[in-house]
């Protein structure tokens, strides 16, 4: 059975770091794409990252270039998320998904929550 | 970016409706289109993939088609379950995105 458990989310100040991350479960972690997708309340659904299982490539929203970085822990299937200069508009509930560019977002977890506030 | 638009916003039926949804593309993304189902309180769960492709263990009352720029998703019979929200979203090109979703509630 595919798990995804999502970690690490807490409350932080603007201009602060978190690393989220998510152990998978359940399938090869090293072949599949693996992504994080964020929802603030009420709100509908936002790509934040991707990398890929076949070369380690990454892309990112633009909301978040140059702040976040994805990164993936194959000896024990780990995706983690590195935030950094972290704002308002990125409090939100975070999923970790299975799927990306080569694949689609068929497994979610239930997310981990990351609020920003002073 | 690839903007998803979702039509209508929101759309009120009864148990046992058909139901239509819309997503269109601003630029094409061939057939690399999904849709998604989102209870309150709960993760989306994947339908449909690569348009017309039903996920493992979604009932056949759904059912996807399109390609290129125009897609949708129909529910030939809603069940009192179906009562969701529905996401769209590309994988075929960075940033991948996502619609804003259409609302399915009860009349």
């Known amino acids: 059975e595919v798990q995804l458990v999502e970690s690490g989310g807490t409350v932080t100040r603007p201009g602060g770091s978190l690393r989220i991350s998510c152990v998978a479960s359940g399938f090869s972690f090293d072949y599949y794409d693996m992504s994080w997708v964020r929802q603030t309340p009420g709100k509908g659904l936002e790509w934040v990252s991707t990398?890929?299982?076949?070369?380690?490539?990454?892309g990112y929203a633009y909301s978040v270039k140059g702040r976040f970085t994805i990164s993936r822990d194959s000896a024990n299937n780990f995706l983690h998320l590195h935030m950094r200069n972290l704002k308002g508009d990125d409090t939100a509930l975070y999923y970790c998904v299975r799927g990306g560019t080569d694949s689609p977002f068929d497994y979610w977890g239930q997310g981990t929550v990351v609020t920003v506030s002073s | 970016e690839n903007v998803l638009t979702q039509s209508p916003v929101t759309l009120a039926l009864s148990p046992g409706e058909r139901v239509t949804l819309s997503c269109r593309a601003r630029q094409s993304v061939g057939n690399f289109l999904a849709w998604h189902q989102q209870k309150p309180g709960q993760a989306p769960r994947l339908l449909i993939y690569?348009?017309?492709k039903r996920a493992t263990g979604i009932p056949a009352r759904f059912s996807g088609s399109g390609s290129g720029t125009d897609f949708t998703l129909t529910i030939s019979s809603l069940e009192p379950e179906d009562f969701a929200v529905y996401y769209c979203q590309q994988n075929a090109n960075w940033p991948l995105t996502f619609g804003g979703g259409t609302k399915v509630e009860i009349k």
């Open positions: 990398i890929n299982g076949n070369d380690g490539n990454t």
């Open positions: 690569e348009a017309s």
